[in-house]
């Protein structure tokens, strides 16, 4: 299958170290990577090992980092044909502080890159070569643009990630057949758990809910299908947990990967869990797939 990814690619500087240091202290740093990181590109790198043709549209400056990264994708087989390459700017760069003792990581990010236009969408690319497009749920004008231009494609399937709160993003959640909500998103949002999530915004979208998916770390990952019946499975125990960077991502590509070969949600569900829970158990995702 032909897909294209929409977001952002990052470069990850990932510092392993024996535990999470207290506010003020001073800690050695076990092990130090570069690598490139980003939601929209980790899940079209797992989603080229499981066979797909893979597209990105993203934004790069002109700049060493980003020959790094545009290296690496192309690594994945990864066409690169859509990309906006900017002579401003800064490659979003993401400090890592990744636990070994608990295989947890904190995050501390810096942008200075504009987002991806739907100007450039809609000159650059031509939907009907797709049968699946897959957006990061980042910036809501830009994305609402997007989104409405792609409902009457045929054989089009569209999949929103909704990863963080922003203003007025609720108003998208109509277009796509697809939308996979992060727990960071339902916490944030004031939703305590995945099922109450996923029933809240059923009952806002009435009809015209697509089907749904939240994945909720240790606990496992819930579904709504669109007969309003709600799926569970539970996560893939690993142990120990060895990174846990970018989980979410992998699950998404699971779970587009499983659908596009008819799977019911539930199998999507059980996909999505196994490949997440094997990323935690290794480093990256650039040999997640078997």
């Not at 977001?7 to 800690?27: C, F, H, K, M, Q």
């Not at 587009?256 to 094997?278: E, F, N, Y």
């Amino acid at each position: 299958m032909k897909i294209l990814g929409v977001g952002i690619a990052t470069l990850d500087i990932i510092n392993r170290v024996e535990r999470y240091p207290l506010e003020d202290s001073e800690v050695r740093v076990l092990s130090q990577r570069r690598s490139r990181g980003g939601n929209a590109t980790n899940t079209l790198t797992v989603l080229s090992q499981l066979g797909h043709n893979c597209v990105w549209a993203g934004v790069l400056p002109q700049n060493p980092d980003a020959a790094f990264i545009e290296e690496a994708l192309r690594g994945q087989q990864i066409d690169l044909r859509h990309v906006r390459r900017l002579t401003s700017g800064k490659l979003p760069t993401s400090y890592i502080t990744l636990s070994e003792e608990s295989g947890s990581r904190t995050i501390m990010h810096l942008r200075d890159l504009p987002e991806y236009r739907a100007e450039w969408f809609l000159e650059d690319v031509d939907p009907g070569e797709f049968q699946w497009i897959h957006f990061e749920g980042r910036s809501p004008d830009e994305l609402g643009v997007m989104l409405s231009t792609l409902s009457e494609i045929e054989g089009l399937r569209v999949s929103v990630e909704i990863e963080k709160p922003r203003s007025g993003i609720e108003a998208m959640f109509h277009l796509p057949q697809v939308l996979l909500f992060s727990r960071h998103y339902a916490q944030s949002v004031g939703y305590g758990n995945a099922e109450s999530l996923l029933k809240g915004v059923a009952q806002q979208l009435g009809d015209q809910r697509p089907l749904m998916f939240c994945a909720w770390g240790d606990q496992g990952a819930w579904a709504l299908d669109r007969h309003g019946e709600l799926l569970h499975v539970p996560a893939l125990r690993i142990s120990p947990v060895v990174d846990s960077i970018a989980a979410g991502d992998v699950f998404n590509a699971a779970v587009i990967h499983a659908l596009s070969q008819a799977a019911t949600p539930m199998q999507a569900l059980q996909q999505g869990c196994q490949l997440a829970g094997r990323k935690c158990g290794m480093q990256g995702v650039e040999d997640v797939v078997l």
